[in-house]
């Protein structure tokens, strides 16, 4: 859910927990956090493992929040731990300013975000017990951390000085991708869908090409991660992301003051109005 805003986790992720515990592959680090000896006895304990529990079986949890097939820990991996997306200290970088809304967003707010725009649903109310143990869970993971400044855009410029190529990608899919997540990105069993009916939105965070690159190269594949280089994790990035998937309507009111980000392929409003080149991309 936050942060990124999809789900690419080949082969583990979506498998059942029991499978997934007895074979976990290699992967990158996990970010430390507070260890799970630390959640306390009582009703805080269990908010915060309901919380967590909530964010792994997502769609099976909240069926009438959740219009895709993907669950929050499909990119937010070991439980939100994960270097990439990870939720270790999230907590206490809310109130936050998103240039996304232009508005100063609570956590609550950034939660609903994904479940419009990655889970492609509905949100939570937000005084709801549902997003009580969602919150309470983010706010164990961050004890005891020391507060970062939020990750800027700069974490992504890498990715400007490479130019995709999908035929390429279609390729590296292909041999890499979807022994996982099917030969037509629908999904199987053990990984989620990444486009189609049943995926991400095109408001979704991971539509936009540099972010999904900089998931798959450091997170995929599921059982080889960091194998791929930046040009293949980029061209399978734009390959994924010029595939149909389902359509945001509020996106037109995205960067109200004519900030996005490059890589984004829809048009806004304030683009419009400013006469910004939107860039090329999907069609909706």
Request: with cysteine; proline share 10%; glycine share 8%.
């Amino acid at each position: 859910m936050l942060i990124a805003a999809a789900g690419l986790a080949c082969a583990r992720p979506d498998a059942p927990a029991a499978t997934r515990d007895s074979h976990t592959p290699p992967g990158p680090p996990s970010l430390r956090g507070p260890s799970d000896s630390l959640i306390p006895e009582g009703p805080l304990g269990a908010a915060i493992g309901r919380g967590r529990a909530l964010l792994a079986a997502t769609r099976e949890s909240l069926p009438d929040h959740v219009g895709n097939g993907l669950r929050c820990v499909s990119c937010h991996l070991d439980a939100g731990r994960r270097q990439t997306g990870s939720w270790v200290g999230v907590y206490a970088r809310y109130p936050q300013y998103r240039a996304r809304s232009a508005t100063v967003e609570t956590i609550q707010d950034r939660v609903n975000d994904c479940f419009r725009r990655s889970m492609n649903g509905a949100p939570l109310a937000t005084d709801s017990p549902d997003m009580r143990d969602i919150v309470a869970y983010l706010w164990f993971l961050s004890r005891d951390v020391p507060i970062a400044a939020p990750q800027g855009a700069n974490r992504l410029q890498k990715w400007a000085a490479l130019k995709s190529d999908t035929v390429a990608g279609a390729a590296v899919f292909a041999t890499a991708c979807a022994k996982c997540h099917g030969p037509d990105g629908q999904g199987t069993q053990i990984a989620p869908p990444v486009w189609g009916p049943k995926s991400f939105n095109v408001g979704a965070g991971m539509a936009r090409v540099r972010t999904a690159a900089a998931f798959i190269r450091d997170n995929m594949p599921f059982d080889q991660p960091g194998t791929l280089s930046d040009q293949q994790a980029f061209d399978v990035a734009a390959y994924m992301d010029s595939r149909q998937r389902p359509d945001f309507p509020d996106k037109i009111n995205d960067w109200p003051n004519g900030d996005a980000p490059p890589d984004v392929a829809y048009p806004t409003r304030a683009a419009q109005r400013n006469g910004t080149r939107v860039p090329r991309g999907r069609s909706p």
